[in-house]
């Protein structure tokens, strides 16, 4: 396996930047996945790390050594497309037998690969078949099967599980785990779909406008995002983000949040970084996740860094495992996790307490994390 | 109201199949015509009228047309053209279908620029009327030796396919999946391996459209072959004119109208066999680009 290292990479099309210098590192064994919504330059950045599209500027090391001249073909790097790209004129055996016959491995070595990959992703049943014969999910482990085969140095997948249908995609997302797991293999991977990034990576690249936002652990992506944008993009649901004042109050710090004419209403913080400092007197943007918030039940009492606040429900959407309860948060639209048993009516009145340990601030103008 | 309109859709048929009865019988009547004339003796076609059958049945006529006809001077029949049409049309079909197929997979695969003014040149090369080319091309064909051979006719028809080949391939390849040339890149494919192990053997209504459209087109093809070939290199075509129109003798009508046959069964054969493609592969290479 291998390191990948993309130093300062550029890509524009005449005027148009598509890329503005991205550079990440890539450790021996890393999942990363590049997520963004569509138009954020992922494809094209993984384009450039097969070799499809040259940058504009900027270099790729793989395992230390140049790679950016070399065609895709001399790179030792093997892609899983969205659409398979299984060719349909060949037998499952002969797709996954193709790049090692391009790159003239030994027959007796081939079939044997072949065999190996075969049994792992359990299509050895399939190997006669056209692709045309498959179901979507047993064309996606043939594609796989035939990245694998190969044994390269870096794996590209892209959006490889678009196609599938909700249920196999869950399944498949799994199997794509259990194999880097197993593999210990470097996968570069993209998806618009950030619950994939979450559960896949080992870290995670958030990019917007061609521009990298964050590179981070699942866990530092979606517990201190970067700025209000990956804020919103990681999690499901969104994390609330509230304008609101930060003041001094006493020797703590709070914040006041005010909507309209109402008075405000005050949240004492708990420690907070001491760059929150400079930001005394302004306006800043509080971030707080779903599943920090709880109700208030009788006899339930406050944590240490809890704080109660009082908010009218406006719209109950069980799932199952939870609720989400969207409130109306002095005018501010506020949603909350809760448990599945929770017995709220919408167009009533609650009090809730909000876990600030989590609470992330940003800056009213950059966006960007106040850390 | 729905009885009047069934009613209505009734007679509607009946008039749709008179109509198309009529229209089949009349694209029928001239091989009808040839048919029952080439098996008819001499005197039969002079003394009755076209229309009947024979009353003494024969098939001298097309061994006559086939061997021992008179074809300009020499005694030959249409045997050694019908030969010599063969070996024009099947290196001219295979090689300009391989170079159309070469031009439509660069044409899409690797959007260079002036890509799109390049395919509109030679898109507007199959609209260029023959007779303008002659010249050009009889001082071309003596520059490289090639005037009056079989060769020389082979690299004619080249030339004047390659517009049309390009198109059908081009068409068909633009709505070709890019994923699967980018794959088999990433795989290790060359230039020719993307080619000839991923385009090509998915080709197969497109290769069949474009080899029916070139066998057809360069068998039937008159003009060049009168005038770049000579005796020995003589296609069916001109073969057969030199037969209806020689001078010396009465003219055998019988004769004529079996070598006109025997010059179009090749085509017929090839769109019997294949004509369910032919449209099969016209639609499929519209449908996109």
């Known amino acids: 396996m291998a390191t990948l290292d993309l130093i300062n990479v550029q890509k524009s099309f005449g005027p148009t930047k598509i890329l503005h210098n991205i550079s990440i590192s890539m450790a021996d064994g890393e999942f990363l996945v590049l997520v963004g919504p569509s138009g954020c330059g992922k494809s094209t950045l993984m384009n450039i790390i097969a070799g499809l599209e040259e940058p504009s500027a900027g270099e790729l090391r793989l395992d230390g050594r140049d790679i950016t001249p070399l065609p895709p073909a001399d790179r030792n790097i093997s892609m899983v497309f969205q659409s398979y790209a299984l060719y349909p004129n060949m037998t499952v055996a002969k797709n996954i037998e193709f790049p090692l016959a391009m790159r003239k491995v030994e027959k007796s070595k081939r079939a044997e690969r072949i065999k190996s990959v075969a049994r792992l992703l359990q299509i050895e049943h399939l190997l006669d078949r056209k692709p045309r014969q498959l179901s979507g999910g047993q064309r996606q482990r043939v594609a796989i099967g035939r990245a694998l085969a190969r044994e390269p140095r870096l794996y590209l997948f892209d959006e490889p599980l678009s196609n599938l249908d909700a249920q196999l995609r869950l399944d498949m997302r799994t199997e794509i785990k259990k194999l880097h797991q197993r593999l210990g293999a470097t996968i570069v991977y993209v998806t618009h779909d950030q619950i994939e990034a979450m559960t896949l990576a080992t870290r995670i690249a958030v990019m917007k406008g061609g521009v990298l936002q964050q590179l981070g652990t699942p866990y530092e992506v979606y517990n201190r995002p970067a700025n209000t944008f990956v804020a919103g993009f990681m999690g499901s649901p969104r994390m609330n983000l509230i304008k609101a004042r930060l003041v001094r109050n006493g020797s703590e710090l709070a914040l006041d949040i005010q909507t309209g004419t109402r008075p405000p209403v005050r949240i004492e913080l708990p420690d907070m970084p001491p760059a929150m400092n400079a930001h005394i007197g302004s306006e800043v943007i509080a971030g707080v996740r779903a599943e920090a918030v709880d109700l208030a039940r009788p006899g339930r009492v406050a944590g240490p860094t809890e704080r109660a606040f009082d908010a009218r429900v406006e719209v109950i959407e069980p799932t199952g495992a939870d609720t989400l309860v969207v409130l109306d948060l002095g005018g501010n639209e506020f949603t909350v996790r809760l448990g599945p048993d929770a017995s709220l009516k919408p167009g009533q009145d609650a009090r809730f307490f909000v876990d600030l340990a989590k609470l992330v601030c940003f800056d009213a103008k950059t966006e960007a994390l106040i850390a | ?289």
């Open chain 2, 1 to 289: 109201m729905a009885d009047h309109r069934s009613q209505g859709f009734g007679a509607d048929r009946i008039l749709l199949y008179a109509v198309l009865l009529c229209l089949a019988l009349l694209f029928l009547l001239p091989v009808y015509v040839m048919v029952v004339n080439s098996v008819k003796p001499l005197d039969e076609i002079r003394g009755g009228n076209l229309m009947a059958l024979p009353v003494v049945w024969t098939i001298e006529p097309w061994l006559t047309a086939w061997s021992t006809a008179q074809i300009g001077v020499q005694p030959t029949g249409l045997k050694p053209y019908f030969l010599n049409s063969f070996l024009l049309v099947v290196p001219a079909v295979a090689i300009s279908t391989l170079i159309g197929a070469l031009n439509g997979y660069i044409l899409t695969q690797f959007r260079f620029r002036g890509a799109n003014l390049l395919f509109a040149a030679m898109l507007f090369s199959v609209f260029i009327p023959f007779q303008i080319v002659l010249i050009p091309m009889a001082k071309t064909l003596g520059i490289l030796g090639l005037a009056g051979t079989v060769k020389g006719l082979i690299f004619v028809n080249v030339v004047y396919g390659i517009g049309f080949t390009t198109l059908f391939f081009r068409n068909y390849y633009a709505a070709f999946p890019i994923e699967l040339i980018r794959s088999a890149r990433i795989d290790g494919a060359d230039f020719f391996g993307v080619l000839f192990r991923i385009l090509l053997p998915s080709s197969g209504p497109i290769i069949v459209v474009t080899v029916i459209w070139q066998f057809t087109n360069i068998w039937n093809e008159f003009l060049f072959g009168a005038s770049f070939s000579d005796y020995s290199s003589f296609p069916i075509t001109v073969a057969l004119n030199n037969l209806v129109n020689s001078s010396t003798g009465v003219k055998e009508y019988n004769v004529h109208f079996a070598g006109a046959f025997i010059a179009a069964v090749p085509t017929l054969v090839v769109y019997l066999i294949s004509g369910k493609y032919f449209v099969r592969g016209l639609m499929a290479g519209s449908v996109k680009g």
